[in-house]
């Protein structure tokens, strides 16, 4: 698989030099995520920009890819203007897929949603964990 990777403190951007994500090199693929998890990673941003063709295994691997950065409160992020792709992933209803038609874009998005998990961690701190309730002796 041709590709490159960007580190950075939040995130990873690989940058796709492919045609295609199909069953001949989604394990190529799949590998390429599992590394950067391990190295801590939770924020990835894939660049599709060369990308015109996706079947089910590219989908999976994309699938899997969203599940293990969602656990760790990241985001996984597609970057394409293509709209057959953006389609497919749309059909695909892959569960809360970020994707985003450029890369500051899809920085962005990885930093807002570094802000909002903050904003959450500091606001069940200060509320005991999250769990608040009220009742009518309260009041």
Known sequence: MNFKIE???QYALIELNETALTQENHADFENIIRQLFRAGYGNVIVKFDEIVELDGHGVSVIRKGN??????LGLFVIVTKNDEIIDQLDRAKIEDLTIMPTVQE?????FLNELENDFQSEDEDE???GEYSESEEDY
Not at 67 to 72: R, S, V
Not at 106 to 110: C, N, P, R, W
């Open 7 to 9: 580190k950075n403190e």
């Open 67 to 72: 599940k293990i950065c969602l656990n760790e």
């Open 106 to 110: 899809a920085i962005d998005a990885v």
């Open 127 to 129: 509320f005991g964990g």
